[in-house]
C-alpha cells in the first residue's frame, strides 16, 4: 500500500497521497541554504560543548532532546559556570518561552481531528526558529491531513543535520588550530544576532535587541549569577512600555 | 559532576525540561490564544533580551580559545559581520561568513 502510494506520488507530480510520502517530501523539500545555515551554527555548539569539557553524548542529548538552540547555549553556558540546575533551569527557562507563542501560531497549520496525535505531538516538540519558517511557508500548500507528516519530515531532517553538525563541531574543535576552534565559537553569537535582525524593520522590535545587547555585559558584572534572566526581564520589560508608548503616540494605521 | 550520569540528569531538567514545558504549553493553549496579544508580546521581548545579553556577553566575555582572541578583533569582527548582512540584503549564511572570515583574517594578522 505504501509502495503503491508511493510511486503514485512519482508519477503524478505534485501531491503526495499518503502519510508516508508526505514525511519524505518534508525531509527532501526543506531549503538546503536554511539546513546549512543550522547545522552550521551547530558546529558553533558542538564546539562550545567541547571548550566546555562536556561529552560527545552530553552534546548530541542536548541537541536532539532540546533542539533550540539558544537555550542550549544558555544551559551550556550555565554549566559551564558551575552554576546550580534551578539557576540553570530558570535561564533556559526565559530563553525557551518564546517557543510558546510560536507552537500556537503553528499549531492551527497542522492539526487535522482525525489525525494521529503523536504527529501533532512530534512536530511541537520540534518547534523551533528554523523548523517553524519551513513549516509556515511550506505547510498550506500540502493537503491538510497530510500537513503533520509533512512538517515532521522537515524536523527529523533538521534535527539530523544539527545533531550531525553539532558532532562535528565537537570532533573538530578540539584537533583544529586555536585560531579556527576560536571561529567556530564566534560563529554562535553572531548566528543569533543576524537571525534576530532578518525580521527586524523598525524601532519598536530593535528596542529589545539593542537593551539586551547593552545591559547583558551589565548585569554580567553586577550579578553573575542571575544576570541572563535579569537582562532578558529589565531589557524585555523596557523595551515593552517604549514600544507600546512609541505607538500609542503614533495613530494606528 | 563527578558521575557521568549526573550530567545528563542536570541537561535533562534544566534543559530539556525547561524547553519542551514551553512547546506543550504552547500545544496545550494553542486553541484559546491570540497571538498579537501584549502578554505575548513581552514574552517575546524577555526572551529576545535575554538571548542578546547572552550575545554581548559571548563577544565581550567570550568562552575557551575564543577569549584568547583580542576583544578589538572580536569586537570589529561582531561589526564588519552585520554590516555585511546588511549589505547582502539581510543574507544570514553571507552575513556569518563575512564576520567568521573577518575575525580569522584579523586574528592571523594580529597573531
Partial sequence: MEASNAGQTEDCGNMPVSRYSAFWRGIRETSPVPAIILSTAFVGFGALTSQTGLSLLDTIFISVFMFALPGQVVLVDEIGRGASVLTAAIAVAATGVRLLPMTVVILPVIRERAGPKWLELAVAYYVAVTVWVESMRRAPHIPRHLRSAYCFGICVFLVLVSSLGAIVGFLLASKLPALLAAALLFMTPLYFLLGMLISTRSVVSLAPILLGLVLGPIFHLLTPDLDLVLTGLAGGTAAFLIANYLESRRPRS | ?111
Avoid: C, N
Avoid at chain 2, 18 to 31: E, K, P, Y
Avoid at chain 2, 70 to 96: E, P, Y
Fill in chain 2, 1 to 111: 559532576m563527578i558521575i557521568p550520569g549526573q550530567m545528563l540528569l542536570y541537561i535533562f531538567l534544566a534543559g530539556v525540561l525547561m524547553t519542551i514545558v514551553w512547546r506543550f504549553a504552547g500545544l496545550a493553549l494553542s486553541s484559546g490564544l491570540e497571538e498579537d496579544s501584549p502578554l505575548f508580546r513581552w514574552v517575546g521581548f524577555v526572551s529576545t533580551a535575554l538571548v542578546a545579553g547572552l550575545i554581548s556577553r559571548l563577544v565581550i566575555f567570550a568562552p575557551g580559545v575564543l577569549a584568547d582572541i583580542d576583544i578589538v578583533v572580536r569586537l570589529i569582527a561582531f561589526a564588519s559581520g552585520i554590516v555585511i548582512f546588511l549589505l547582502a540584503k539581510r543574507h544570514l549564511g553571507i552575513g556569518v561568513l563575512g564576520g567568521v572570515a573577518t575575525l580569522l583574517a584579523l586574528g592571523f594578522i594580529s597573531g
